[in-house]
């Protein structure tokens, strides 16, 4: 079963930055719309129940036909990220200027969904110590992390 946040949201009436929450688990849905949602997932899947919820998230992801999340391979080292020849001096340059661009940021760019406006982003980039820049960005419940590298004035 495969169901967008957006769709949930539409079905429940509630703001899909909620429903992301909710997946996210940085919140849990309320008792009523817990109830709400339990609803609209029987439809879907017959059978479905509120004491489904006290399942594990394996039981869960069995109970909807979910699959596993393949195994987290982490490289260790900035070239195992990328197969590209100018790794090193990338590497290289990012550890002489990398603190140039740590600190807070914030970017301006269009707003996806309201033509003609702009929506800003917030973010954060520090030095990690194994060579590459963490980095965070993000605006209400949506956030991108990971790592970044200073390539020419980039």
Not at 79 to 108: N, S, Y
């Amino acid at each position: 079963m495969t169901l967008s946040n957006g769709r949930v949201a539409a079905e429940l009436a509630v703001d899909k930055s909620l429903v992301e929450r909710w997946v996210a688990g940085t919140v849990h849905p309320s008792a009523h719309n817990l109830g709400r949602l339990t609803e609209f997932l029987a439809r879907r899947v017959p059978g479905v129940t509120l004491l489904d919820w006290d399942r594990s998230v394996e039981a869960l992801r069995d109970r909807f036909g979910g699959s596993g999340l393949p195994p987290q391979v982490t490289p260790t080292a900035v070239a195992d990220w990328l197969a590209h020849p100018k790794v090193a001096e990338v590497a290289a340059a990012t550890a002489i200027d990398g603190m140039k661009v740590t600190g807070f940021w914030r970017t301006t760019r269009a707003a996806p969904d309201m033509p003609g406006r702009f929506c800003h982003d917030y973010g954060m980039i520090a030095p990690r110590s194994d060579g590459p820049l963490y980095c965070e960005i993000g605006v209400f419940s949506s956030r991108l992390s990971g790592w970044g590298m200073i390539a020419g004035d980039q």
